[in-house]
Structures are given as C-alpha cells and as structure tokens.
C-alpha cells in the first residue's frame, strides 16, 4: 500500500502530522475507553477514504479487544445492533466532526449533548 503523503520527506505534512497527533493526544488522554476511541478512528478514516489510517487503526482496535463483527459493522452503526448507546454517540459526533467539509451544518447541539 503507497502512502497517499510522504510524512517524512514534506515539511508541510510533517507539520499537518504533529497537530493531527497533539489533538489525537487529547482523546487518548481522556476517559473514553481506548476501543471506542479505535472505532471513532476507524469511521473518520473510512469517511476520509484513508487504507492506510484503516488499516492501522483496525488493528488498534483489535489488540484493545475489539471483535472482527463489531469492526466489519462500523460503517453501518446505525442499523447494527452490536454498539452501545454511548458508543452510538461517539461514531454520531465523529460522523458529524469529519463530514464538516460536506457542507453538512458541522456538529449538532444535540450530538455534542449526546456524546457528553
């Protein structure tokens, strides 16, 4: 698999690289339980179309306990069965947050309420 940015080689995706990884910081940091947080990762990089990223974080996901049905079934959370509530609202802020440049309105009061 080629690498869609030479992190290394440009100065400009370096500098993209270590805001992405400050930000990532905050949440890893958190109390949000280290597989919920892999899910939320691997919506944002199908919604990106990131093989790279979704392959690392498929992983991740993995070695924190998550099960091969629940990571086949993160691009449908809505209609599966198998997440809970509180990860529902986490998969629904990530969703909103990454489709920004859609035009799509950004994050709504009631998803910021609902993954607090």
Known sequence: MDARLNYIGNPVAANVVKYI????????DST??????????????????CAGCLDMHTKEAAHAGETSVRLHLVAAWREAKVFTEAERAALELAEQGTRIADAAGGVTDEAWANAA
Do not use: D, H, Y
């Open 32 to 49: 949000l339980p280290a597989a919920t947080q892999e899910l939320v990762k691997i919506r944002a990089s199908q919604i990106n179309g």
């Open 21 to 28: 990884n400050s930000a990532g910081k905050v949440v890893s």
